[in-house]
């Protein structure tokens, strides 16, 4: 009987420490963004355009830390660079807002850095250079990072590489004629907030 009894103490005790660690790895936050963006692929089985020239993103979002190790993200960036064809660069810019969700995986250390790695979906809405009709397309999306929360103020930096792959493909206008699917990147250095949720 006893032993039973000693079980049944010792699991409530666990329970009531593990209760209040378990609401601190549960928290919401806000994270804004800038840096550097350039596409890694070519437009054309040619090889002669492409959106290589570095251009700049910023955007923000929100994440959802369900526990310890997993937080649902959400985010939005808006992106520019300039279209280069044959080596030279065009004037032809193209701005891209991409919007997606994902699921991050981070590893919080006992030195306040957290690296973490994410995968998820969305889409890309194109705003073209001229008097064409904006277009949206499906995009994947993927990246890395490490953050560091200065202690006891929620407050975070981080650095981050962010990626997406879409299909370019049934534009107008300087992009008429293009059809191969992307891969585009940006790199980025940001700050967060942290709000604990219980």
Do not use: C, H
């Not at 660690?21 to 936050?29: F, G, V």
Request: aromatic share 14%; charged share 15%.
């Amino acid at each position: 009987m006893w032993q039973r009894q000693t079980l049944l103490v010792a699991l409530a005790a666990g329970m009531t420490f593990a209760a209040p660690l378990a609401a601190q790895d549960r928290a919401i936050t806000l994270f804004a963004r800038s840096g550097g963006f350039q596409a890694l692929t070519e437009l054309n089985d040619a090889g002669t355009a492409d959106f290589k020239k570095v251009g700049f993103n910023v955007g923000g979002g929100v994440g959802v830390q369900v526990q310890r190790y997993i937080t649902l993200r959400g985010d939005f960036t808006f992106a520019e660079n300039e279209l280069r064809s044959s080596d030279v660069f065009t004037g032809d810019k193209l701005r891209r807002y991409f919007y997606d969700a994902a699921v991050q995986m981070q590893y919080p250390s006992a030195t306040g850095l957290t690296p973490y790695a994410f995968a998820g979906a969305g889409g890309v809405t194109f705003d073209q250079p001229g008097n064409v009709k904006n277009k949206s397309k499906f995009a994947g999306t993927f990246g890395l990072g490490v953050g560091y929360e200065l202690p006891q103020t929620g407050i975070g930096l981080f650095i981050e590489g962010k990626g997406w792959v879409y299909d370019l493909s049934k534009l107008n206008g300087a992009l008429a004629g293009y059809d191969k699917s992307q891969v585009e990147l940006g790199w980025s250095a940001g700050l967060s907030y942290r709000i604990p949720i219980s």
